[in-house]
């Protein structure tokens, strides 16, 4: 029988861990056997027993207060996406069978838009899964097609993992959005099929799991390295479809005006409008 798992023991264990002492007022000292703050430590900041603490951690009570989830959530300096995941976890059943993944349909309003928008756009679900895409998105990257998945290829494909300067940072924001969307419901197939494929292949991705860092997928300008223009700063703005804790995300991609990146995104999409062209002419001949 598979060990029952303890997400709320180990969001604090990798909170703790990410703590320095110096950040919250405590000597570091020489001589400490952790990396972050010790279990007393933490208890003493958030007014808790050092024993209560520690059966937090170990799964052995999984309904705290609020008032203490805030408080351990103040010691650790979680944002409000951070915080609000924390308390969230506590509304876990003790036993969750494995579930079928659930399908996210992209509503036909959706996909009309994709196809007038002259911006490269594209929807992805709560897996990052690429549900709907634009010609022009995929301009941007050959893999922002319907079937990839966002996570898989920026980790395990070297081309993609080309395009971006700073892939560190690229990696770190995309694993957080991706423990957000996902939240507390990971006992889905989809879920655990596709963290087990990337822990095994990527020690980047490991890594990254472990830390166990949560944040809202954000709009934030990207810098890609493309092959056709070079480096290119884009922003990258996404917008929520619904209304659900499951609501999909349809990201768009625009320059800021001005020379530099705007020229090259003009060379990007007039790229896009030839290319039809050229298929063509290559039918015909």
């Known amino acids: 029988m598979a ?21 919250v007022g405590l000597p570091a000292g020489r001589n400490r056997r952790v990396p972050g703050l010790r279990r007393s430590e933490v208890a003493l900041l958030a007014g808790i027993s050092s024993d209560y603490y520690l059966r937090l951690e170990q799964g052995r009570d999984r309904r705290p207060s609020q008032q203490i989830l805030e408080a351990l959530a103040q010691v650790f300096d979680l944002d409000p996406t951070g915080t ?10 003790a036993i969750r069978s494995r579930k079928r993944p659930r399908r996210q349909a992209v509503p036909d309003s959706i996909n009309l838009l994709l196809s007038s928008i002259n911006l490269p756009a ?16 995929t301009v941007i990257s050959p893999r922002l097609a319907i079937g990839q998945n966002r996570l898989r290829d920026v980790f ?19 694993v957080a959005g991706f423990r957000r969307s996902v939240g507390t419901d ?20 490991r890594t990254l799991w472990a830390q166990q860092d949560v944040q809202a997928r954000q709009n934030w300008p990207i810098t890609i390295d493309h092959p056709l223009v070079g480096e290119i700063t884009l922003n990258r703005e996404k917008l929520i479809i619904g209304d659900t804790a499951h609501s999909l995300v349809l990201a768009i991609y625009h320059p800021t005006p001005g020379p530099g990146s705007a020229d090259k ?3 990007l999409t007039s790229y896009s409008a030839a290319a039809p062209l050229a298929d063509r002419s290559e039918d015909r001949n």
């Open 122 to 137: 594209f929807v992805e679900g709560r897996y990052l899964d690429v549900l709907a895409a634009n010609p022009l998105a």
């Open 84 to 93: 609000a995941y924390l308390l969230s976890l506590t509304d876990q059943p």
């Open 156 to 174: 395990l494909d070297a081309d993609e993992q080309a395009l971006y300067p700073d892939w560190e940072d690229t990696t770190a924001r995309l």
């Open 186 to 205: 990971t006992n889905d197939a989809r879920f655990i099929d596709l963290v087990g494929e990337l822990s095994l292949a990527s020690e980047r991705f």
């Open 265 to 267: 995104f003009d060379l």
């Open 3 to 23: 060990p029952e798992e303890n997400m709320l023991g180990d969001y604090l264990r990798a909170q703790r861990n990410r703590v320095r002492p110096d950040h």
